[in-house]
């Protein structure tokens, strides 16, 4: 039977899928518009800082991935939210390019936190050794989203529904968390070192606040900590619903 792209007035593409697999893929729908929509805000929000950032100071590594990550991952949740509401000739060939956008954002992200650890733990090679292998795991992880993500047309329409490897999607989770993770312990616990002097004689409450909160450390180090417990929740928030 030829796709058609146009449907009955009333109707709806999911009428083709069984009830319980369209209403997940409603649901997800809505998640991710809703989503675009925060980070569409998040952006806008943001354009006078990042206009000074790109042209105010000088362009080093740090910022250039800062750039491609932004750019990348508004691009795959305007390209997503088309693939889920939208009539596509090849939902295929959409979810792949989607997927590689995916992973340069991903690998990206990694590769920024590994620079952090790296300004942290500089003096230390068997920190930055063992972070520079959790590095290559997650981008080497983010390869197989080719594998956990894609999309087929639904019955006879042209709308797409996307398709999902659970055992591959479950293993890069549980790494690229892993690795957020073990990032925020590493420069907490070196910020917390570095600045313990200041209350040496703080109880284990004060102690733990410091650890978690930056309390009582100078104005840069405690930007540092609870910009990179800002990344890591922002990470942990996109990478479900985005």
């Known amino acids: ?5 146009m449907i009955y007035p009333g109707s709806t593409p999911l009428m083709f899928l069984p009830p319980q697999e369209a209403q997940i893929i409603n649901l997800a729908t809505y998640l991710h518009v809703a989503s675009t929509g925060v980070l569409l805000w998040d952006i806008l929000n943001n354009l006078r800082n990042d206009f000074k950032l790109l042209f105010t100071y000088k362009l080093g590594v740090p910022t250039l991935l800062y750039f491609v990550i932004r750019t990348t991952l508004l691009a795959y949740a ?3 939210a088309v693939l889920l509401t939208s009539p596509v000739a090849d939902c295929g060939r959409l979810s792949a390019t989607l997927n590689g956008l995916l992973i340069v954002s991903v690998s990206c992200s990694t590769t920024f936190f590994y620079l952090r650890v790296v300004a942290v733990y500089s003096i230390n090679k068997y ?10 795991s997650t981008v080497a992880m983010s390869i197989t989203f080719f594998k956990a993500f894609g ?18 999607l479950l293993a890069i989770v549980i790494v690229l968390l892993a690795n957020d993770l073990l990032v925020y312990v590493a420069i907490a616990f070196r ?14 409450k004060r102690r733990v606040v410091i650890l978690l909160f930056g309390a009582s450390l ?14 890591s929740v922002k990470h942990s928030w996109w990478s479900p619903f985005l």
């Open 1 to 5: 039977m030829q796709n058609v792209s």
């Open 78 to 80: 305007l390209g997503r």
């Open 127 to 136: 920190v930055t050794g063992f972070f520079g292998i959790t590095w290559l």
């Open 151 to 168: 999309a087929q047309h639904i019955g006879p329409t042209q709308y797409c529904a996307e398709t999902v490897d659970g055992h591959f």
């Open 191 to 204: 910020i917390y070192r570095i600045f313990l002097d200041y209350e040496f004689e703080a109880d284990l």
């Open 218 to 231: 100078p104005v840069g180090s405690k930007i540092v900590l609870l910009e990179r417990s800002s990344c």
